[in-house]
């Protein structure tokens, strides 16, 4: 296909989608179908390359192969620094799932203040680091979690004693610390962890010294998308509404609210009469107890962006039944509900290996030996088979190459006409993917 017909087939199918959003809802094909259009329209691109030798001269005839290696979305876990280190075959196989499957990462615990401030003035980051390095290397993007939690029981006892003066010190220190310290290194920072239930800082510091804390971050990382986070939020239209008038009324306080981070650690909603502790006093209240259909997850999300304009990132999400069946179905609507809405950038899980996961076993998608259950091996799938793209093409006599696919990075395999056989790794994010790409081979 020549360059102009690639763009103008772009231009093409942005229309597609800004009339695919108006539709309402009692026009649109079912949910997963919409998604599924969805998909294909706002996380593809037709992408335009020309390949050129040294002296910028058109390498006609190239043979290329082109493969996706890592998505520009967010699909992403949270990882823990006591099994990614493990040094044996299960360690091993926790670094490969990773790898194998994700684009992004989050610290489980490992950037809490309650984890690297266990004591006043004794900061600890190596295993943040550590996991951090690890991200950088292998060309996965990290979320920061979190500066703060408003919770009493995840906060600090030293912190909680001090004095006001010495309170609000203690904050902008932790802020230089962290902030500061993965500054221009992480996508988003989760900055005040569930505000509409707890009140630690808000208790000592209003909700204006709150805007304070985005104010002060975002000075320090400003290359990092400012979140606030919740849980609660799915098929709850009560907190929906309470959600939206604490961002607006942030906003209204100057801060740089960037971002919403919606938890659901109670994806068991989603698959009717999977519920296994419906009993109020066996399940806690961040666990829905009311079924959650995928119309009703679309239709919270729908409102927060609506409303706000800003991204959505599900920045939590577990599914814990022991029916390895039903934990697979409720992950599968988790992932087309969650690529398949423009206004979301993240689906990311709270861990997936047996052993390692805070929800125990019945909530992994990985057995403690390293053996994908079921809901992996459909979370594999749909990742690695489904929303990938690979193929092959020849350059035209301009030395161009065109091709459409989902947003990321790509593996170039170029065969020139002498035989000669070049890889390259090319980044075809959505921000940036317009346009023709120069490659000197």
């Known amino acids: 296909m020549h360059l102009t017909s690639l ?4 231009l093409r199918l942005g229309t597609m989608v800004a009339l695919s959003c108006l539709l309402p809802a009692s026009v649109r094909a079912d ?53 990614f280190a493990d040094r044996t075959a299960k360690g091993e196989a926790y670094r490969r799932f990773n ?45 920061g979690h979190c500066l703060f939690w408003e919770k009493a029981e995840y906060t600090q006892p030293w912190l909680k004693e001090l004095k006001d003066a010495e309170f609000a010190k203690a904050i902008d220190a932790r802020l230089k610390a962290a902030a500061g310290r993965y500054a221009g290194r992480l996508v988003a920072w989760d900055v005040d962890n569930e505000q509409l239930d707890g009140s630690v800082y808000l208790d000592r510091i209003g909700r204006a010294g709150i805007a304070g804390m985005f104010k002060k971050a975002a000075a320090l990382d400003p290359k990092a998308v400012l979140f606030v986070n919740e ?18 009324e942030l906003q209204a306080l100057g801060a740089p609210v960037g971002g919403i981070g919606v938890q659901s650690h109670d994806l068991d909603r989603l698959i009717p009469g999977a519920i296994s502790d419906r009993e109020t006093d066996k399940r806690p209240e961040w666990l829905l107890q009311q079924p959650l259909s ?15 304009g800003l991204p959505i990132h599900l920045t939590e999400a577990s599914a814990k039944m022991p029916d390895a069946t039903q934990r697979a179905e409720a992950l599968d609507i988790l992932f087309r509900v969650g690529f398949g809405h423009p206004g979301v950038g993240a ?8 052993g390692a996961h805070w929800m125990g076993p019945d909530a992994a998608l990985v057995a403690a030996d390293g053996t994908p259950t079921e809901a992996g091996r459909r979370v594999s799938h749909l990742l690695r088979e489904v929303w990938t793209t690979r193929g092959n093409a020849t350059a035209n006599r301009e030395g161009e190459v065109g091709f459409r696919g989902f947003y990321g990075i790509y593996h170039l395999k170029v065969t020139l006409t002498n035989g000669r056989v070049i890889e390259r790794d090319v980044n075809f994010d959505k921000a940036k993917a317009t346009g023709v790409r120069t490659v000197h081979l």
Request: glycine share 6%.
């Open 7 to 10: 763009l103008t087939r772009s």
């Open 99 to 143: 790898l194998e499957n994700f684009s992004a990462l989050v610290c489980e615990n490992e950037m809490k203040g309650y984890y690297t401030d266990v004591k006043q003035g004794d900061n600890k980051y190596a295993d943040a680091d550590a996991l951090l390095a690890f991200a950088e290397k292998n060309n996965l993007r990290m979320r």
């Open 347 to 354: 689906v990311m899980l709270w861990g997936f290996q047996a």
């Open 31 to 83: 949910w997963r179908s919409d998604s599924d259009a969805r998909i294909e329209q706002v996380r593809k691109g037709d992408f335009a390359l020309r390949l050129v030798d040294t002296a910028s001269r058109p390498l006609r005839g190239a043979k290329i192969e082109y493969q996706l290696k890592r998505h520009d979305f967010l699909f992403g876990t949270a990882i823990a620094s006591k099994p």
């Open 231 to 248: 849980y609660g939020i799915l098929g709850s239209p009560e907190k929906t509404d309470r959600y939206l008038a604490l961002i607006r």
């Open 294 to 308: 995928p119309e009703q997850f679309i239709e919270t999300l729908d409102k927060l962006h609506n409303a706000t």
